[in-house]
């Protein structure tokens, strides 16, 4: 009996000893840093933390990412705020005068602080550090940040991009043995393509804040704008040789940052350096990271009201769980999450210290705003084409996406033209898009919009040209008046209806049209393209225009005309029917200047050598975007590629073994002159202009200076002198021939992104030149003075026709991170006509 009674107490007591709260060690079964913690398991500590200490934590699930995984972040304060946890959320939007309620906010408030964790995912250390951190949370035997929490809410994202980590984790536990080896030329340091550091499809998530084309962006970002922190911090980790960086951030910093977020990233870093010196750690700050592209975990929130910084800790991919440095240390996984979790322990301290200057700084930022203080232009206007309904939508969705307001306005006025990049006067008409610099948003109305972001320092890390109207293609003027929008009124919903016609014309005019055409492709529906423009029942149609008939279509019999006017409807398309085909102007639909077309099987070259980024770019978009079937083949199988079922292969930016070896690019000829087409992008154009089909790379200039002495450069000056020869990313204004096919739907320019020097002679009879770069062109962004010589006088885009098939050749990227928005329809055109 005694026995029994005294197992039911043991019983009892292991019962409540698991219930209670445990450290990640006791939860686990290991000591951070010993191993890699998989996603869910991350997940299951932060649940197990919310489930036992549910008056301080809160757990919210805010999405999924493409593999099904959660997001999540969880909000950590005293019992009192997350008491009122929902009226801080509250009173932080009057605050920032995002609310719709317009009583006066409480400026005794508790600033938030949001740790965003492990955005690259094989920069693993930040995750295992967030499960420190939030241990360390909510420890009761840590009584001395009880008193921080007391003024502070705290909001950790433990895991910004699980797909990414787990990739990395679990291809790391599939190679280390028993013992991991710090010799860094192992396999465990060498993470194989395309590595864990983006999301599923290759995207970079710390290039996406701004843009969302990503699910975890998209989801994220809503929550984020709904709490609008006081101060963000973007966990990374850089090469296993470098110390340890965390703010004051380097130059460029974009003009919009204020002095108050300049002077208090150096309190940061001040609170940080009292810790790194106390343990002896290595570490700098104003270097390498700059505060300029708009799309970043750091210039983000920066641009909206936040201190908003990046922490990088040496380690990332090659740092595996030990890697022997240069200096002959050893870096543990470790060693490389205490940092990070230093970091964040300091950082919600000195928020919790100042407080109160947070909340009053954060409240002027945004009183500031709504004055329409950031940036010269009080007004944008951006004109409603018809041509350019799609792109326009696009915009507004972006717009929407950062909670920035817009509106229409009537009226006339004088502003900068973002096409002739010069000051003109306009008109504005009702269905033009305003935006007013007046509004909560106005630091980030100014850095996505304004024409030119002006440069500090031309030393940055990322491109420094992004305009919106010059991403989008629209035509634009920003002016230094203040006009007042009124509310916008979107176009109704297109309902198109079936009818007794001849024929349906879709005209060709963005991604709606393309992707209505490749629903209908898919189905097996045979279309036809006009190559001229023509008239018929009245009506005008432009060249690309796309023509259904019954003709070649007769198995669908009389379902073809629904199968129509549903993929049109679905995708808000206007379908214009059509009695005959006997045109007034132009081709008549039985002649040869009316293409039929088909369904194109589309195989997309991927695996290593080809830039990870520029395949995800183009995986996404035909995957999420365009919705049509692309193919994903190892570029170094080519030998096994089963040619006969491919219609066209896209070659993204890289370097293709294949095309060094002569067999394989006579048979990709041979492949291509029996009607096959290859696209090829970016530096998959050089490689192609070492061949001898007929492309030939521009010759660098010949050094006119006879000055000897300028072969002495200065040792000090070697960064600024190799930026002299580069351009980050700047807007060049392209001529297009938009008679050719690959131009169809545009106007006779496009605004393209240069990221390199790449340019090509023109193609002399043996080809079209169909985006040509002419003088003096350059509209935004920097480009190195050496360059600018160079980039003037060549071929950009062009087509070379080789027996039955073709070469399409696009120099830039113009699926740049897919907020290009206006590259889409060249690659739908490159791909279907
Ligand atoms: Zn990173």
């Known amino acids: 009996m005694r026995k029994i009674l005294s197992l039911i107490l043991l019983l009892a007591l292991v019962g409540q000893a698991s219930a209670q709260l445990q450290s990640p060690e006791q939860f686990l079964g290991y000591k951070i840093g010993t191993r890699y913690t998989p996603h869910w398991k991350i997940v299951s500590y932060f649940q197990h933390v919310a489930a036992n200490a549910p008056k301080t934590v809160k757990l919210q699930q805010y999405g999924q990412t493409n593999e099904g995984r959660p997001l999540m972040v969880a909000f950590i304060s005293s019992e009192e705020n997350m008491n009122n946890l929902e009226a801080i959320r509250a009173n932080n939007l009057r605050l920032a005068n995002l609310s719709r309620d317009k009583a006066a906010p409480n400026e005794n408030a508790a600033p938030i602080v949001w740790l965003s964790y492990n955005v690259h995912g094989n920069e693993t250390s930040s995750s295992e550090a967030a499960l420190m951190t939030v241990w360390a949370l909510v420890d009761p035997a840590n009584t001395k940040i009880k008193e921080w929490l007391k003024n502070t809410v705290v909001v950790m994202d433990p895991c910004i991009n699980p797909d990414g980590r787990d990739r990395y984790v679990n291809w790391f536990n599939s190679v280390v043995g028993v013992k991991a080896t710090p010799r860094m030329d192992t396999r465990e340091h060498r993470d194989p393509w395309p590595g864990g550091r983006s999301n599923h499809y290759n995207f970079d998530l710390n290039r996406d804040w701004a843009w969302q084309t990503q699910v975890e962006s998209q989801q994220r970002l809503k929550l984020y704008n709904q709490w609008m ?169 972006l717009l929407e996406k950062n909670g920035i307001e817009y509106g229409t306005a009537t009226g006339n006025g004088k502003g900068y033209n973002y096409f002739t990049a010069k000051e003109e006067s306009f008109s504005v008409a009702n269905g033009d898009v305003v935006v007013s610099a007046f509004q909560p948003r106005s630091a980030m109305v100014q850095a996505l919009l304004e024409p030119k972001s002006k440069l500090s320092d031309s030393a940055t890390y990322d491109i420094t040209a992004w305009s919106l109207p010059y991403a989008y293609g629209l035509q634009a003027f920003a002016t230094k008046d203040r006009i007042n929008p009124t509310a916008y009124q979107k176009p109704a919903a297109v309902v198109n209806t079936t009818g007794d016609v001849y024929a349906y014309v879709i005209k060709w005019e963005g991604l709606q049209s393309a992707k209505t055409t490749g629903q209908l492709l898919q189905k097996g529906i045979t279309l036809r393209y006009s190559e001229v423009p023509f008239e018929v029942n009245g009506q005008k149609f432009d060249r690309g225009s796309v023509i259904v008939m019954k003709t070649s279509n007769q198995a669908f019999g009389a379902d073809l005309w629904k199968h129509v006017v549903d993929a049109a409807n679905a995708n808000n398309v206007k379908l214009y029917p059509v009695t005959t085909g006997f045109v007034d102007n132009g081709g008549d639909f039985g002649s040869d200047l009316v293409t039929p077309f088909k369904m194109k099987r589309v195989v997309l070259l991927t ?160 080809g079209w030149n169909v985006g040509v770069l002419k003088k003096e062109n350059q509209l935004a962004g920097f480009v190195g003075s050496k360059l600018q010589n160079r980039l003037k006088d060549g071929l950009l885009f062009g087509a070379q026709n080789i027996g039955r098939g073709s070469v399409i050749y696009l120099t830039d990227d113009i699926m740049f991170r897919n907020f290009w928005e206006n590259g889409k329809l060249m690659l739908c055109n490159a791909v279907f006509f």
């Open 229 to 397: 922190p006081q101060i963000h911090v973007d966990y990374h980790e850089q090469g296993i040789n470098e110390p340890y960086y965390f703010a004051p951030a380097a130059e460029p910093y974009h003009e919009i940052i204020t002095q108050w977020q300049r002077d208090f990233q150096t309190t940061i870093g001040k609170s940080h350096a009292k810790y790194f010196d106390a343990n002896g750690w290595l570490y700098f700050t104003k270097l390498r990271f700059d505060l300029f592209y708009p799309s970043y975990g750091d210039t983000y929130p920066t641009y909206n009201g936040a201190i908003g910084m990046t922490y990088e800790q040496g380690g990332g991919p090659a740092g595996g769980a030990t890697a022997l440095t240069e200096e002959g240390d050893t870096l543990t996984l470790y060693d490389r999450a205490i940092h990070h979790f230093t970091t964040g322990m300091s950082t919600i301290e000195i928020a919790s210290i100042n407080a109160s200057k947070l909340i009053t700084e954060y409240r002027k930022f945004f009183n500031r705003a709504v004055s329409g203080g950031f940036g010269e232009y009080k007004t944008y206007i951006i004109k409603n084409n018809p041509k350019d309904a799609d792109r326009l939508q696009a915009l507004l969705q």
């Open 607 to 766: 695996g290593e050598g080809v830039s990870s980024l520029g395949a995800g770019e183009i995986w996404h978009f035909f995957d999420k975007q365009l919705e049509y079937p692309v193919s994903l083949v190892y570029a170094n199988d080519f030998s096994r590629i089963d040619w006969a079922k491919t219609d066209v292969i896209i070659m993204p930016d890289g370097n293709y073994r294949f095309m060094s070896d002569k067999s394989s690019t006579d048979e990709l000829k041979e492949w291509v002159s029996k009607g096959g087409k290859v696209i090829a992008l970016e530096s998959a154009v050089a490689a192609f202009a070492r061949l001898d089909w007929g492309l030939k790379s521009k010759k660098a200039e010949g050094d006119n200076s006879k000055d000897p002495y300028q072969a002495l450069a200065s040792y000090e000056n070697r960064e600024r002198d190799f930026v002299s020869t580069m351009t980050p990313g700047s807007i060049y204004k392209v001529q297009l021939d938009n008679t050719h096919p690959l131009a169809f739907g545009y106007p006779e320019y496009y605004y393209t992104l240069k990221m390199d020097d790449n340019i090509y002679e023109f193609m002399n009879g043996n």
